[in-house]
């Protein structure tokens, strides 16, 4: 059947933020979706709060909304755009919830909008636990045994009833937020209420315990006809009880006989059906019991999903693209196989190789919760690699994620060398296969490690395979041909052997190249080589023929950011996105390298070619000397190609852009201070030190505060500000121990300073000023943790002007060929260089976004040598525009019970949203609302303040109150409020153990906001109890006065004003032509 | 276990190495892909793979080992296996040996470290071709030479070897339910479509191939039910007269894979050899009376012409999406149908099942 007519208008909702559990997929899958649909002529309104996302370009949609994702914003949208359609489906979990509640609340009947892909009933089938056990039962497939409670008293009963351990799963959240597994009643008390205040509905499962069962997936599609499809089956190497998301996952399954495969295949299908989903793409998990083999249905999502996008990537079947097509009515017999273009998209793609993915966590970011896997997901990021076997896939994984490691190695050891394989440890830690590989050397049998992880055997086999193979290398008297062919089929690396045979990396490739051994590229087909493929998508491998066919055009290698984790994510793959697109309208031919299936980057449509590689010097190389590129650009992928710049540049490689020396000179301190005096430009006082006492003689000489850092880590990892002498050495300690071997980095700290970010552009003779964003937060704050606004909202225009001016000497100096990003402090109205990345930035987006020019297309131009004159950049030129786009930060400690969510210099945001509009406070209103920060119009402040604070905060409870609020507090401050005539209702503190305390306003919803500042740079228990319950509990709190300050006044105007949306294209538009710089 | 070094030697002068992982000795056969992920039990009892030595895409075989219930016929029926890498450790609830072990016990050469996508683009750029596989003779020359000079499948009677000998009575001990009474004419058949004839209530009467009309018609069947089996159905033109008789009674007949190239014979039409054929559990198949498309599990090196079929006597009732290929036909007068790929799956997916429902329908249940 052909495509619908009978709509013409079709909203798509994103998925807002980066959080975990909901990463850059849904930017894929989003904008997979919007091109399909416009490629039938259908018009497109999407909603989407991230600017850093490909889909909320301005090209890919007819009109964009960057407005916070929530039902109100949806409705505003519809009566102003009235579509004929709503497709939930693309968008996550975000879309799915806010779709459904839309629905619930008659919008979607009062404007006569159809919900496409999967109706309210289905959402509501797939995701009520009591609706889909019932549909299951229909369709005759197994689920386990669990009892739906909506209170504690509820649970407790239910496990009584099916005994211990039990698993408690919240309906209706992310990525399993706030679900767990109970051993006893005392833990289920404590799961059990996380698990119900997670939930939108106050609704959990307490189900039987599969803990140590196989876990698989399948992704399955079907059409308006009935037709269905299985694209991938997955087998995760982790039991079940770890999240699917932490868990390594290899497809296709492993360890099924075909007899089993068809019953879960069978199932899959009889799921789809049951549930109802009409069109698309859904995701079925199973638990497959070892012992007997007894398959259970876990969950469905009735949606495309994170294991989707990976299913696309593993298999080169794109599921959103196919599964927006479906929604407008296609069938799947009627939509070409993109690769194959011959045969149809209604078949089971077929794998000929392996592919495994390795999640990335960031627990050393959040100390204070032990770094353990369960039902709730705590990764930040995946790398996926494929291989022709699954050592291969998993070695390469391995070093795609850039961990230090270079495989299955012997760095791997050291990373838990003290921890036996025993306990919690042994089933649930991350960390726990690199200890399975020294019990292995040790002479522990599969028998008795499987006994203690509950990893299948044949993957422990697999990981010992590994381990043989490296003490042959270790042992050869000589290292041969045979030999070296055998390590490189096993995915050994260069880096690796080297390390066995006591050699550099480079003595091992040219000795592996010696013997002719280089690696050969495949194509990732959907046919097992059935078929001829047109897609040039390839994965490495020690193969015998070689399917690359590099071309003799003009070509670019561009270097993607591999596995997101905090302070390198999105924001990076769309700056490389950009660079592919800009690249390929100038006639280059593009090669994209990366190792992040969640990623826009590594669809095979975005570029020319697409290696599907980890980013290191080997495997780049060997891409590089197959096609030969004319240049790499290495600027866009963040630290991590940048990283690759020096050795690449070394080995011979045209590296593009601004010259490595230049990037060393901003990288090295000691070269960029001698840069910056010739500049008679300023920076805070700093020294490195090597030792602690050398630390402390120096911090005495700069003087407090003082910011205490490791070099050559990412994010501000372990970055501290010490306020007092005593700090000094407790924190010298921590930045030695976060960068071993390295020297700890001093600077003065401007207390109350002003931040700004600039992201500059220049090809070496001209400057052009992408923005200046001026942080919300004081110095202080990692500047991606920073809230920030542009055009600046507080800095004078003298100031603004003389930053621009420092920035463009900075850049010309440096020789930038593209993109620098400047980060500034402004203390007392002098101009502080803070520091100097010679790189597209985490801000490019979001100000290409908020401006309408497109930087990381500009850079990429420039970085081929267009200059600034051709492109009309004005030098020293700034956008031009009667808006405020305000950046807000999002964070994970929702994910991290007990951890303090309080700021500081170490970056801790896993995503961001943007909130834009004519007046500053409605855009910092909606940055807030996008971020997930539920800022109330009416009720109860509780307010708490360190000694620093009391008297802006009587200044801001006064304005609360007059504008309607009413204020908690505790003693102190209640007392400095009183003074100013400000009425507060006295609270306990915790520790005064006596109720009424600010824990039982918050279990009993009496509060609606909580602004509380730390008492010291190491805040009391009660304090960080106090923040991570509001956090847990979804209470908006403010930590700081720079915070505090512009929220109440949004809140303010907000309540007087009220709010609203507009579109993208509508800003641009009214944009005035004549001066669109100044 | 100790491993032998192999050569792969094709017809065309092509050379793969390998390495023994079951078996030692020298084989020949047409060498074949296979694209499935799964089944690799299934797909070596097959007896339609008789003469084939099968080169699996898929490079990680023998992870679940090997089980009593997964056969497709008493023993491997393949000439040998090609694979990329062949598990050394078994994980599976239900297997009872290794891939090794059973290739070992039945004398069957199994090769790995063998580079099967380099091997698949061979053939599918190339076509099936002659193959010898051997671990004693390891000279390039003389082994392309015996390549060259070895038996194709063409115009070979393959289903003769792999015939049951006598006529038998599937499982009785099994028989839960007799409702009909089906004789099939055994070319080569899986036994799962004797078992889910047997399921659905058939009493079901195995005959060799050679069998006559009259000797079937002897036990008065209600329907008559043709199986897959090897090679080349021209080979077989005895068995195709006998079934031209069987259905001009009006038996309610069901054929599948080799049966359906049998029936199409008979009916007039013509067969011919794909260039590499079709051999996976991915195959979409669009059924045209219901404009719905089924997965299907195939293995098949020929295929009926579906040009060459009267439009007066039967017409074509399915087709294969990827190249328009005939698979399946129904007569327009008599109670027959048949198709090219597998509805007993086994390997490959259940889709197709109803074709045995229908099959019962026609003999009135």
């Given at each position: 059947?052909?495509?619908?007519?009978?709509?013409?208008?079709?909203?798509?909702?994103?998925?807002?933020?980066?959080?975990?559990?909901q990463?850059?997929?849904f930017?894929?899958?989003?904008?997979?979706?919007?091109?399909?649909?416009r490629?039938?002529?259908?018009?497109?309104?999407?909603?989407?709060?991230?600017p850093?996302?490909?889909?909320?370009?301005?090209?890919?949609?007819d009109?964009?909304y960057?407005?916070?994702?929530?039902?109100?914003?949806?409705?505003?949208i519809?009566?102003?755009?009235?579509?004929?359609?709503?497709?939930?489906?693309?968008?996550?979990?975000?879309?799915?919830?806010?779709?459904?509640?839309?629905?619930?609340?008659?919008?979607?009947?009062?404007?006569?909008?159809?919900?496409?892909?999967?109706?309210?009933?289905?959402?509501h089938?797939a995701?009520?636990?009591?609706?889909?056990?019932?549909?299951?039962?229909?369709?005759?497939?197994?689920?386990?045994?669990?009892?739906?409670?909506?209170?504690?008293?509820?649970?407790?009963?239910?496990?009584?009833?099916?005994g211990?351990p039990?698993?408690?799963?919240?309906s209706?959240?992310?990525?399993?937020?706030g679900?767990?597994?109970?051993?006893n009643?005392?833990?289920?008390?404590?799961?059990?209420?996380?698990?119900?205040?997670?939930?939108?509905?106050?609704?959990v499962?307490?189900?039987?315990?599969?803990?140590?069962?196989?876990?698989?997936?399948?992704?399955?599609?079907?059409?308006?006809?009935?037709?269905?499809?299985?694209?991938?089956?997955?087998?995760?190497?982790?039991?079940?009880?770890?999240?699917?998301?932490?868990?390594?996952?290899?497809?296709?399954?492993q360890?099924?006989?075909?007899?089993?495969?068809q019953?879960m295949?069978?199932?899959?299908?009889?799921?789809?059906?049951?549930?109802?989903?009409?069109?698309?793409?859904?995701?079925?998990?199973?638990?497959?019991d070892?012992?007997?083999?007894?398959?259970?249905?876990?969950?469905?999502?009735?949606?495309?999903?994170?294991?989707?996008?990976?299913?696309?990537?593993?298999?080169?079947?794109p599921?959103?693209?196919?599964?927006?097509?479906?929604?407008?009515?296609y069938?799947?017999?009627?939509?070409?196989?993109d690769?194959?273009?011959?045969?149809p998209?209604?078949?089971?793609p077929t794998?000929?190789y392996?592919?495994?993915?390795?999640?990335?966590?960031a627990f050393?970011?959040?100390?204070?919760?032990?770094?353990?896997?369960?039902?709730?997901?705590?990764?930040?990021?995946?790398?996926?690699?494929?291989?022709?076997?699954?050592?291969?896939?998993f070695?390469?994984?391995?070093?795609?994620?850039?961990?230090?490691?270079?495989?299955?190695?012997l760095?791997?050891e050291?990373?838990?060398?003290?921890?036996?394989?025993?306990?919690?440890?042994?089933?649930?830690?991350?960390?726990?296969?690199?200890?399975?590989k020294?019990?292995?050397?040790?002479?522990?049998?599969?028998?008795?490690?499987?006994?203690r992880?509950?990893?299948?055997?044949?993957?422990?086999?697999?990981?010992r395979?590994?381990?043989?193979?490296?003490?042959?290398?270790?042992?050869?008297?000589?290292?041969?041909?045979?030999?070296m062919?055998?390590?490189?089929d096993?995915?050994?690396?260069?880096?690796?052997?080297?390390?066995?045979?006591?050699?550099?990396?480079?003595?091992?490739?040219?000795?592996?190249?010696?013997?002719?051994?280089?690696?050969?590229?495949?194509?990732?087909?959907?046919?097992?080589?059935?078929?001829?493929?047109?897609?040039p998508?390839?994965?490495?491998?020690?193969?015998?023929?070689?399917?690359?066919?590099?071309?003799?055009?003009?070509?670019?290698m561009i270097?993607?950011?591999?596995?997101?984790?905090i302070?390198?994510?999105?924001?990076?793959?769309?700056?490389?996105?950009?660079?592919?697109?800009?690249?390929?309208?100038?006639?280059?031919?593009?090669?994209?390298?990366?190792?992040?299936p969640?990623?826009?980057?590594?669809?095979?449509?975005t570029?020319?070619?697409?290696?599907?590689?980890?980013?290191?010097?080997?495997?780049?190389?060997?891409?590089?000397?197959?096609?030969?590129?004319?240049?790499?650009?290495v600027?866009?992928?963040?630290?991590?190609?940048?990283?690759?710049?020096?050795?690449?540049?070394?080995?011979?490689?045209?590296?593009?852009?601004?010259?490595s020396?230049?990037?060393d000179?901003?990288?090295?301190?000691?070269?960029?201070?001698?840069?910056?005096?010739?500049?008679?430009?300023?920076?805070?006082?700093?020294?490195?030190?090597?030792?602690?006492?050398?630390?402390?003689?120096?911090?005495k000489?700069?003087?407090?505060?003082?910011m205490?850092?490791?070099?050559?880590v990412?994010?501000?990892?372990?970055?501290?500000?010490?306020?007092?002498e005593?700090?000094?050495?407790?924190?010298?300690k921590?930045?030695?121990?976060?960068?071993?071997?390295?020297?700890v980095?001093l600077?003065?700290?401007l207390?109350?300073?002003i931040?700004?970010?600039?992201d500059?552009l220049?090809?070496s003779?001209?400057?052009?000023?992408?923005?200046?964003?001026?942080h919300?937060?004081?110095?202080?704050?990692?500047s991606?943790?920073?809230a920030?606004?542009?055009?600046?909202?507080?800095?004078?225009?003298?100031?603004?002007?003389?930053?621009?001016?420092?920035?463009?000497?900075i850049?010309?100096?440096?020789?930038?060929?593209?993109?620098l990003?400047?980060?500034?402090a402004?203390?007392?109205?002098?101009?502080y260089i803070?520091?100097?990345?010679?790189?597209?930035?985490?801000?490019?987006?979001?100000?290409?976004?908020?401006?309408?020019?497109?930087?990381?297309?500009?850079?990429?131009?420039?970085?081929?040598?267009?200059?600034?004159?051709?492109?009309?950049?004005?030098?020293l030129?700034?956008?031009?525009?009667?808006?405020?786009?305000?950046?807000?930060?999002?964070f994970?400690?929702?994910?991290?019970?007990?951890?303090?969510?309080?700021?500081s210099?170490?970056?801790k945001?896993?995503g961001?949203?943007?909130?834009m509009?004519?007046v500053?406070?409605?855009?910092f209103?909606?940055?807030?609302?996008?971020?997930?920060?539920?800022?109330?119009?009416e009720?109860?402040?509780?307010?708490?303040?360190?000694?620093?604070?009391?008297?802006?905060?009587?200044?801001?409870?006064?304005?609360?109150?007059?504008?309607g609020?009413?204020?908690?507090?505790?003693?102190?401050?209640?007392?400095?409020?009183?003074?100013?005539?400000?009425p507060?209702?006295?609270?306990?503190?915790?520790?005064?153990?006596?109720?009424?305390?600010?824990?039982?306003?918050?279990?009993?919803?009496?509060?609606?906001?909580?602004?509380n500042?730390?008492?010291?740079?190491?805040?009391?228990?009660?304090?960080?109890?106090?923040?991570?319950?509001?956090?847990?509990?979804?209470?908006?709190?403010?930590?700081?006065?720079?915070?505090a300050?512009?929220?109440i006044?949004?809140i303010?105007y907000?309540n007087?004003?009220?709010?609203v949306?507009?579109?993208?294209?509508?800003?641009?538009?009214?944009?005035?032509?004549?001066n669109?710089f100044? | 276990?100790?491993?032998?070094?192999?050569?792969?030697?094709?017809?065309?002068?092509?050379?793969?190495?390998?390495?023994?992982?079951?078996?030692?000795?020298?084989?020949?056969?047409?060498?074949v892909?296979?694209?499935s992920?799964?089944?690799?039990?299934?797909?070596?009892?097959?007896?339609?793979?008789?003469?084939?030595?099968?080169?699996?895409?898929?490079p990680?075989?023998?992870n679940?080992g090997?089980?009593?219930?997964?056969m497709?016929?008493?023993?491997?029926?393949?000439a040998?296996?090609v694979?990329?890498?062949?598990?050394?450790?078994?994980?599976?609830?239900?297997?009872?040996?290794?891939?090794?072990?059973?290739?070992?016990?039945?004398?069957?050469?199994?090769?790995?470290?063998?580079?099967?996508?380099?091997v698949?683009?061979?053939?599918?750029?190339?076509?099936?071709?002659?193959?010898?596989?051997?671990?004693?003779?390891?000279?390039?020359?003389?082994?392309?030479?015996?390549?060259?000079?070895?038996?194709g499948?063409?115009?070979r009677?393959?289903?003769s070897?792999?015939?049951v000998?006598a006529?038998?009575?599937?499982?009785?001990?099994?028989?839960?339910?007799?409702?009909?009474k089906?004789?099939?004419i055994?070319c080569?058949?899986?036994?799962?479509?004797l078992r889910?004839?047997?399921?659905?209530?058939?009493e079901?009467?195995?005959f060799p191939?050679?069998?006559?009309?009259?000797?079937?018609?002897?036990i008065?069947?209600?329907?008559?039910?043709?199986?897959?089996?090897?090679?080349?159905?021209?080979?077989?033109?005895?068995?195709?007269?006998?079934?031209?008789?069987?259905?001009?009674?009006?038996?309610?007949?069901?054929?599948?894979?080799?049966?359906?190239?049998?029936?199409?014979?008979?009916?007039?039409?013509?067969?011919?050899?794909?260039?590499?054929?079709h051999?996976?559990?991915?195959?979409?198949?669009?059924?045209?009376?219901?404009?719905?498309?089924?997965?299907?599990?195939?293995n098949?090196?020929?295929?009926v012409?579906?040009?060459?079929?009267?439009?007066?006597i039967?017409?074509?009732?399915?087709?294969n999406?990827?190249?328009?290929?005939?698979?399946?036909?129904?007569?327009?007068?008599?109670?027959?149908?048949?198709?090219?790929?597998?509805?007993e799956?086994?390997?490959?997916?259940?889709?197709s099942?109803?074709?045995?429902?229908?099959?019962?329908?026609?003999?009135?249940?």
């Amino acid at each position: 059947m052909p495509k619908r007519t009978d709509i013409k208008k079709i909203m798509l909702i994103g998925s807002g933020p980066i959080v975990i559990g909901q990463a850059c997929e849904f930017d894929y899958s989003g904008t997979q979706a919007c091109k399909a649909l416009r490629e039938e002529g259908y018009e497109i309104v999407l909603i989407n709060s991230n600017p850093a996302t490909i889909m909320t370009d301005p090209e890919i949609a007819d009109r964009t909304y960057i407005e916070p994702i929530t039902p109100e914003a949806v409705e505003k949208i519809i009566a102003k755009e009235r579509p004929d359609a709503l497709l939930p489906t693309l968008g996550g979990q975000t879309a799915l919830n806010t779709a459904l509640t839309v629905a619930n609340m008659g919008i979607l009947e009062k404007y006569g909008v159809e919900m496409i892909g999967a109706n309210a009933e289905v959402i509501h089938r797939a995701e009520d636990r009591d609706a889909f056990k019932e549909a299951m039962k229909e369709a005759n497939v197994e689920t386990l045994i669990s009892i739906q409670v909506h209170t504690l008293a509820e649970a407790m009963a239910a496990a009584d009833k099916i005994g211990y351990p039990v698993i408690v799963r919240p309906s209706f959240t992310l990525g399993g937020t706030g679900g767990g597994t109970a051993d006893n009643p005392e833990e289920l008390r404590e799961v059990a209420t996380a698990g119900l205040k997670a939930s939108l509905n106050t609704t959990v499962l307490i189900e039987e315990s599969v803990y140590g069962w196989k876990e698989y997936e399948m992704e399955v599609m079907r059409d308006h006809k009935d037709n269905v499809v299985i694209i991938c089956a997955i087998e995760n190497l982790d039991h079940m009880g770890i999240h699917t998301g932490d868990s390594i996952t290899v497809a296709p399954a492993q360890t099924l006989t075909d007899r089993e495969y068809q019953a879960m295949r069978d199932a899959s299908i009889r799921v789809m059906r049951t549930i109802g989903v009409e069109t698309g793409g859904s995701n079925v998990q199973f638990a497959v019991d070892p012992k007997t083999g007894r398959i259970t249905v876990i969950e469905m999502n009735p949606r495309v999903s994170r294991s989707s996008a990976l299913a696309s990537k593993a298999t080169g079947f794109p599921i959103a693209k196919i599964a927006a097509k479906l929604a407008v009515g296609y069938t799947l017999d009627e939509l070409p196989n993109d690769i194959t273009r011959e045969t149809p998209a209604c078949f089971e793609p077929t794998l000929d190789y392996c592919v495994v993915k390795i999640p990335r966590f960031a627990f050393e970011k959040f100390t204070s919760t032990p770094a353990r896997l369960g039902v709730s997901m705590k990764s930040v990021g995946e790398t996926m690699a494929i291989g022709r076997n699954m050592k291969e896939a998993f070695q390469k994984a391995l070093r795609g994620l850039e961990r230090g490691i270079d495989g299955f190695d012997l760095k791997c050891e050291e990373i838990v060398a003290d921890r036996p394989l025993e306990g919690l440890f042994a089933t649930t830690s991350p960390d726990r296969i690199f200890r399975i590989k020294t019990e292995m050397k040790n002479g522990m049998t599969d028998e008795e490690l499987y006994k203690r992880t509950h990893i299948d055997p044949w993957f422990l086999d697999m990981m010992r395979q590994i381990c043989e193979l490296e003490k042959r290398i270790q042992d050869a008297p000589e290292l041969d041909a045979d030999l070296m062919k055998e390590a490189k089929d096993d995915g050994f690396s260069d880096a690796q052997i080297a390390a066995l045979r006591g050699k550099t990396h480079t003595e091992i490739r040219e000795l592996r190249k010696s013997f002719g051994i280089i690696p050969n590229y495949r194509l990732v087909d959907t046919c097992a080589g059935e078929f001829e493929a047109y897609t040039p998508y390839f994965y490495s491998s020690y193969g015998e023929t070689d399917e690359s066919r590099p071309s003799t055009k003009p070509k670019i290698m561009i270097l993607g950011s591999g596995p997101n984790r905090i302070g390198q994510g999105i924001e990076f793959d769309y700056c490389c996105v950009h660079t592919v697109m800009a690249l390929r309208d100038m006639g280059y031919e593009t090669i994209m390298v990366n190792s992040n299936p969640e990623t826009v980057s590594t669809d095979y449509d975005t570029s020319d070619k697409l290696y599907f590689e980890p980013l290191t010097f080997e495997d780049v190389m060997n891409i590089y000397e197959k096609e030969k590129p004319e240049g790499v650009v290495v600027q866009m992928g963040g630290q991590t190609p940048l990283n690759l710049s020096v050795p690449l540049a070394a080995a011979g490689v045209p590296v593009l852009g601004t010259p490595s020396d230049s990037i060393d000179q901003a990288e090295d301190r000691e070269r960029c201070r001698v840069l910056l005096d010739q500049l008679g430009l300023k920076q805070p006082q700093s020294a490195t030190a090597k030792t602690v006492e050398q630390a402390v003689e120096v911090a005495k000489k700069i003087g407090l505060p003082i910011m205490i850092r490791p070099s050559y880590v990412l994010g501000g990892r372990a970055m501290m500000i010490a306020w007092e002498e005593a700090d000094i050495i407790p924190y010298v300690k921590e930045a030695f121990k976060a960068g071993p071997g390295m020297p700890v980095l001093l600077d003065r700290f401007l207390d109350n300073a002003i931040e700004a970010d600039v992201d500059v552009l220049c090809d070496s003779e001209d400057v052009y000023v992408g923005g200046v964003m001026e942080h919300v937060e004081a110095a202080g704050i990692h500047s991606g943790d920073s809230a920030c606004c542009t055009p600046p909202y507080s800095l004078s225009p003298i100031i603004v002007d003389r930053i621009k001016d420092s920035c463009g000497k900075i850049a010309l100096a440096l020789k930038v060929k593209g993109l620098l990003n400047v980060q500034i402090a402004v203390h007392k109205g002098e101009i502080y260089i803070i520091e100097i990345n010679p790189r597209a930035s985490r801000t490019v987006p979001y100000l290409s976004k908020s401006t309408g020019i497109p930087l990381a297309k500009l850079a990429a131009q420039v970085s081929v040598g267009r200059t600034l004159r051709e492109l009309d950049l004005p030098t020293l030129g700034t956008p031009n525009y009667h808006w405020y786009a305000v950046k807000e930060a999002v964070f994970p400690f929702n994910r991290f019970a007990g951890v303090d969510p309080i700021l500081s210099p170490e970056m801790k945001s896993t995503g961001e949203v943007m909130g834009m509009d004519y007046v500053f406070e409605a855009a910092f209103w909606k940055a807030q609302i996008a971020a997930g920060q539920a800022l109330p119009t009416e009720g109860t402040v509780f307010l708490s303040a360190n000694d620093e604070s009391k008297d802006w905060m009587t200044d801001l409870g006064k304005t609360l109150h007059d504008i309607g609020f009413s204020i908690i507090a505790t003693e102190g401050t209640a007392q400095v409020l009183e003074e100013k005539g400000v009425p507060a209702e006295r609270l306990f503190k915790l520790a005064e153990g006596q109720s009424p305390n600010i824990q039982d306003y918050m279990a009993d919803g009496k509060v609606q906001l909580i602004i509380n500042t730390p008492s010291s740079a190491i805040s009391r228990k009660d304090e960080v109890k106090i923040r991570s319950e509001a956090i847990l509990r979804g209470i908006p709190i403010i930590t700081t006065k720079w915070g505090a300050l512009p929220t109440i006044a949004a809140i303010d105007y907000i309540n007087k004003r009220g709010w609203v949306v507009t579109a993208l294209q509508e800003y641009f538009l009214a944009a005035p032509s004549g001066n669109k710089f100044r | 276990m100790s491993h032998t070094k192999a050569l792969i030697a094709l017809e065309d002068g092509t050379l793969f190495n390998a390495r023994a992982f079951a078996g030692r000795g020298e084989i020949e056969g047409e060498l074949v892909f296979n694209t499935s992920m799964t089944g690799y039990q299934e797909i070596l009892t097959d007896p339609s793979y008789r003469g084939q030595i099968v080169t699996l895409c898929y490079p990680l075989i023998g992870n679940y080992g090997i089980n009593t219930e997964d056969m497709e016929s008493y023993r491997p029926h393949a000439a040998g296996l090609v694979v990329g890498e062949c598990s050394r450790v078994v994980s599976n609830w239900r297997a009872n040996k290794s891939l090794p072990e059973y290739l070992e016990e039945n004398g069957i050469l199994g090769v790995d470290r063998v580079d099967t996508r380099a091997v698949t683009l061979h053939i599918r750029d190339k076509g099936a071709m002659k193959c010898v596989i051997s671990t004693e003779d390891l000279d390039a020359d003389s082994l392309v030479a015996k390549a060259k000079a070895s038996q194709g499948l063409v115009g070979r009677d393959l289903a003769s070897e792999v015939s049951v000998k006598a006529p038998m009575i599937w499982e009785p001990q099994n028989q839960k339910k007799t409702l009909r009474k089906v004789a099939t004419i055994d070319c080569g058949t899986k036994y799962n479509q004797l078992r889910i004839l047997q399921d659905l209530g058939c009493e079901v009467h195995v005959f060799p191939n050679n069998t006559s009309a009259e000797e079937i018609l002897a036990i008065k069947p209600d329907g008559l039910f043709l199986s897959n089996g090897p090679g080349d159905p021209e080979g077989v033109m005895h068995t195709v007269s006998e079934v031209r008789k069987l259905i001009q009674t009006g038996l309610p007949t069901f054929g599948i894979c080799f049966g359906h190239q049998l029936t199409a014979l008979a009916l007039g039409a013509k067969t011919f050899k794909l260039k590499f054929g079709h051999r996976g559990g991915n195959q979409p198949v669009m059924n045209l009376a219901k404009g719905t498309v089924e997965i299907t599990s195939q293995n098949h090196g020929f295929c009926v012409d579906k040009d060459s079929l009267d439009p007066e006597i039967a017409e074509t009732t399915h087709i294969n999406l990827n190249d328009q290929t005939s698979e399946g036909l129904r007569h327009k007068t008599l109670p027959l149908f048949t198709v090219q790929y597998h509805p007993e799956a086994a390997p490959g997916p259940h889709d197709s099942m109803y074709l045995f429902h229908d099959f019962m329908k026609s003999m009135g249940v």
